[in-house]
């Protein structure tokens, strides 16, 4: 499975950008998805993710500005991104999770660049 993010571009702080991570196949059978960002000298960090039944979870830093949603009928997965600051700037990735027996089967997307202006 191949994950393709897009989205990504410059924004001034306050505005709005929807990223989307497209499937090479069915993300029905994923336990999860989520995104990752990584900000220049910094952690890889969760920032939101949705599991199969679409219970969502997110960093407390975007609670109530991001949104995680996915379209199974499409094979994506969405994050809406409202409010931008500044500090969300960095290269943001998609990832999935898949349960085969005892082992965990983990994907990445290549990443897209999320720069913020103030």
């Known amino acids: 499975v191949q994950l393709q993010a897009s989205g990504g571009g410059l924004v001034q702080a306050g505005g709005s950008l929807r990223l989307s991570c497209a499937a090479s196949g069915s993300i029905a059978s994923f336990e999860g998805m989520g995104w990752y960002r990584q900000a220049p000298g910094k952690q890889r960090e969760l920032v939101a993710a949705?599991?199969?039944?679409?219970?969502?979870n997110y960093a407390d830093s975007v609670k109530g500005r991001f949104t995680i949603s996915r379209d199974n009928a499409k094979n994506t997965v969405y994050l809406q991104m409202n409010s931008l600051k500044s500090e969300d700037t960095a290269v943001y990735y998609c990832n999935a999770v898949r349960v085969g027996g005892v082992v965990r089967y983990i994907y990445w997307g290549q990443g897209t660049l999320v720069t913020v202006s103030s």
């Open positions: 949705i599991t199969s039944g679409s219970s969502a």
